[in-house]
């Protein structure tokens, strides 16, 4: 599959106190008349993190048509799992509510930081998400002891499929740690049971990081695109592809992700944490720049 960019959606720029900078791991709701809500977690002055959005209109030139000016989720209070800052990972109905899941994480002094994954619920009288519990619903365990991210999920036959990262390790530098994508399976979309297995492991020389996948499955085929990093000379993160016939068996083939890095401007640096969706039977794929979503999101189309 080949992607063409079509342009460079939305860049904060000090637009509020919560949101001075970064629109990271873009996640897109549809809305109404082709317009989208596309969530994105943005900084303070602090370099916390916080979930807001922006609307774009796909019938009018990707025009963005409406920007939160409250925060859709905030970090939490000192000493929690969410203090230091909330990501937005991925957006699903679960028996006619809407789940929010989302990345906490935690500042810490021996290791750079604590990722964990947890939960905001929709309320349709408050008009807002509330968050579902002040502990994440999933956090370290023996299978993910030092830190978990960034859910990808699907519904099937009963069962919701998580795909999630891992990291395996950590060390002196952060390139000596090892982030993969692991699988856990739920009847609720609350209570998870992992596999403990590896599904998508490094690959590429000197590589270090894959992560934020995200999965679809079209005609029977699974496919997942996600950020991985660290390839011979290549230090920043590039946008990998797999596909599997089940959903547990990957073949990685990032050859086949069909975009890359542009020769100049916010793109040309790095591409990472890609979104795909389908509108009127065209696919699109929302990704982040240079410096990890600091130049904003833009849109490619598959062609």
Request: hydrophobic share 35%; net charge negative; proline share 4%.
């Amino acid at each position: 599959m080949k992607w063409k960019k079509l342009g460079h959606l939305f860049c904060p720029g000090n637009n509020y106190d919560w949101m001075k900078t970064h629109a990271t791991y873009p996640v897109a709701e549809y809305l109404e008349n082709g317009i989208y809500r596309v969530y994105f977690s943005c900084r303070d002055a602090s370099n916390r993190s916080y979930i807001g959005y922006a609307d774009i209109d796909m019938e009018n030139g990707f025009r963005v048509t409406n920007i939160s000016e409250t925060p859709v989720l905030s970090p939490g209070e000192p000493g929690i799992f969410d203090d230091s800052g909330v990501g937005v990972s991925y957006i699903m109905n679960v028996a006619g509510k809407k789940y929010l899941y989302y990345l906490g994480w935690n500042l810490k002094v021996t290791v750079p930081w604590l990722n964990t994954i947890g939960l905001a619920i929709w309320n349709d009288d408050t008009r807002q998400f509330e968050k579902y519990s002040r502990a994440p619903v999933m956090d370290r365990s023996d299978e993910d002891p030092f830190t978990i991210a960034y859910p990808s999920i699907l519904f099937e036959n009963g069962i919701y499929r998580m795909w999630y990262g891992s990291n395996l390790k950590w060390g002196h530098s952060i390139t000596e740690m090892q982030h993969v994508i692991k699988y856990a399976e739920s009847e609720d979309a609350i209570h998870w049971k992992r596999s403990n297995h590896v599904h998508i492991g490094l690959l590429h020389p000197n590589e270090y990081a894959i992560s934020k996948p995200f999965v679809i499955k079209t005609a029977g085929l699974y496919q997942m695109w996600y950020s991985y990093r660290g390839n011979g000379d290549i230090a920043t993160y590039r946008i990998g592809y797999a596909d599997s016939p089940d959903g547990v068996n990957w073949t990685r083939r990032d050859e086949e992700a069909g975009i890359t890095v542009a020769e100049n401007g916010w793109d040309s640096e790095m591409i990472c944490y890609p979104f795909i969706f389908d509108y009127k039977s065209e696919r699109y794929m929302l990704y982040n720049g240079n410096a990890y979503g600091k130049t904003g999101f833009g849109i490619a189309k598959a062609i």
